[in-house]
């Protein structure tokens, strides 16, 4: 990432980069792999930000097998980093109360934060005040 910052400077464009989830390596998507692999997203959506590029969500088609919290997730991520407008202003959480109380997005965000407290600063990162250097992980 620094090398490609060093040749794009960050003034002079935002880069787009592909973010795979839902695929598990091992091939087994056992019960365990979900949480995981959503905390392994959130780390990848903050370096991106550190270096001030987009990330652009693409599930694997095993995204549907997961249990709902995270299928929920999957549909939440790939909602607010496929939008740059909201991705580049407001953080997951602020997109997905946006949505209204009663909305499947708050609903989801909220049952996942239930179940993965350690992980609910993930919900707060934003695009425009993740630091360079700084990892939240």
């Not at 910052?5 to 003034?11: N, W």
């Not at 999957?74 to 109360?97: D, G, H, M, V």
């Not at 989801?108 to 005040?129: C, G, I, R, V, W």
Request: charged fraction near 25%; include cysteine; hydrophobic fraction near 40%.
């Amino acid at each position: 990432m620094e090398l490609l910052r060093e040749v794009i400077p960050v003034s002079y464009q935002k880069i787009k980069l592909y973010v795979l989830c839902g695929y598990d390596w091992e091939g087994t998507w056992k019960a365990d792999f979900w949480a995981k692999d959503i905390r392994d997203v959130f780390i990848r959506i903050e370096i991106l930000m550190r270096y001030k590029c987009l990330a652009y969500l693409m599930r694997y088609a095993a995204w549907e097998q997961a249990p709902e919290v995270y299928k929920g997730m999957y549909i939440n991520l790939s909602r607010w980093c496929n939008q740059p407008a909201q991705y580049s202003k407001k953080s997951l959480r602020e997109f997905c109360t946006g949505q209204g109380e009663y909305s499947s997005c708050f609903r989801y965000l909220t049952a996942f934060e239930a179940l993965h407290p350690e992980m609910a600063h993930y919900l707060d990162m934003k695009y425009e005040e993740v630091q360079y250097g700084k990892i939240y992980g």
